[in-house]
């Protein structure tokens, strides 16, 4: 899967959501913008990803933004990763009028370890028929009813249908095909066009992806290195074996996780540096409510990708254990409270019967 991006004249797309799009599609990149005079385009096949390039793209984009410009960041699924292969794809030309053509999803019945799906889609198919179809627009109209329902639609349903493919002349307007997604502006217009959404809020694969991955890894091992030492500097013994220098943010926390500890040491690392991410003490855990969804997302993304789910199985330990015995408290409580109320009804009873019957005194006051 790759993805397309349709860039309104005038209209921009954030920082973030361009880079991980980039990130996630990095084997190559091409971008074609409309302008009067004709298309500009540009292909580009990166040494090691499109992230790479993405203050140029960036660039690029900005430099033309009073244009439509369409963006294709390609995934490599078939065919090898070259200039041959990489998106926008000539499909029509002659002197008056140049066409282009992006795709993101996989025919599976076309292409090869060489030559890609999309290659030999418009290989086979797109140019040889617009070249020699002459629609309502002439050579080349892609827009042209008649060769839609006669030569690219019944291919398209049979082979094509969960694929989305974007048309674009000099001369004609952009033909998306499929479903795209429609993103909007502050003021509720439209601002771009994308044939998926799957590759703009977060980078899953790839080599930035993979350096991130090592990254982490590298600063983890690193804090596991040094809450080791910590710890063995925390447990020198002295004399008879009696720790002398203390371990306070330890026992505070093995109040919380007692068992747990005692089957995995990494548990105890990784509940520390839990808490040091967070920048909350170890010494009140109760602390950690303060922490947003997100945070806790992003604290259990943390230790899922580094396989270290005991750590986040321990503070689940804890909170289904603080749980039951709060639970248990307010049941306790709710009991008395049910005796208490009981046991007032009692003695407001007796009280009424007890109580001696008031006598009216004329031109007094009450009395017993």
């Keep these: 899967m790759c993805v397309i991006i349709h860039l309104l004249a005038n209209k921009s797309i954030e920082d973030t959501k361009l880079f991980n799009a980039a990130a996630n599609n990095w084997h190559s990149w091409g971008i074609i913008t409309k302008k009067p005079d004709g298309l500009d385009v540009i292909k580009k096949v990166p040494e090691i990803g499109a992230h790479e390039d993405f203050e140029e793209i960036k660039k690029y984009l900005n430099d033309n933004i009073e244009h439509d410009r369409f963006i294709h960041l390609r995934h490599t699924t078939r065919g090898v990763t070259d200039a041959d292969n990489c998106h926008p794809f000539s499909v029509f030309k002659n002197q008056t009028r140049e066409c282009f053509m992006m795709h993101n999803g996989t025919y599976n019945t076309l292409g090869n370890n060489v030559i890609s799906d999309t290659k030999e889609l418009v290989d086979t198919l797109l140019m040889p028929s617009l070249q020699a179809w002459h629609g309502e627009r002439g050579y080349g109209d892609y827009s042209d009813e008649v060769w839609n329902r006669i030569v690219f639609r019944p291919h398209w349903n049979m082979k094509g249908a969960a694929s989305r493919l974007l048309f674009i002349a000099n001369d004609i307007e952009p033909m998306r095909v499929g479903t795209w997604v429609t993103y909007v502006d502050d003021k509720q217009d439209p601002s771009c066009y994308a044939s998926n959404s799957d590759y703009f809020d977060k980078v899953t694969r790839g080599p930035f992806f993979v350096a991130q991955q090592e990254k982490e890894r590298k600063e983890m091992a690193a804090r596991q290195a040094e809450l080791v030492a910590t710890r063995r500097d925390q447990n020198t013994t002295i004399g008879n074996g009696t720790n002398t220098t203390g371990a306070t943010a330890k026992n505070k926390i093995m109040e919380y996780f007692p068992s747990l500890f005692q089957s995995d040491p990494d548990i105890e690392a990784g509940v520390i540096e839990a808490f040091e991410s967070q920048n909350i003490s170890s010494q009140d855990i109760s602390e950690m409510a303060m922490l947003s969804f997100p945070e806790y997302q992003n604290l259990i993304d943390h230790f899922v990708k580094q396989n270290r789910t005991g750590v986040i199985a321990a503070f689940i330990d804890y909170l289904v254990t603080e749980y039951v015995d709060v639970y248990n408290d307010f049941q306790?409580?709710?009991?008395?409270?049910?005796?208490?109320?009981?046991?007032?009804?009692?003695?407001?009873?007796?009280?009424?019967?007890?109580?001696?019957?008031?006598?009216?005194?004329?031109?007094?006051?009450d009395v017993a």
């Design 332 to 365: 306790q409580i709710a009991r008395k409270q049910k005796a208490a109320e009981q046991k007032i009804i009692e003695l407001k009873k007796q009280a009424e019967v007890s109580t001696p019957p008031v006598l009216k005194v004329v031109g007094g006051s």
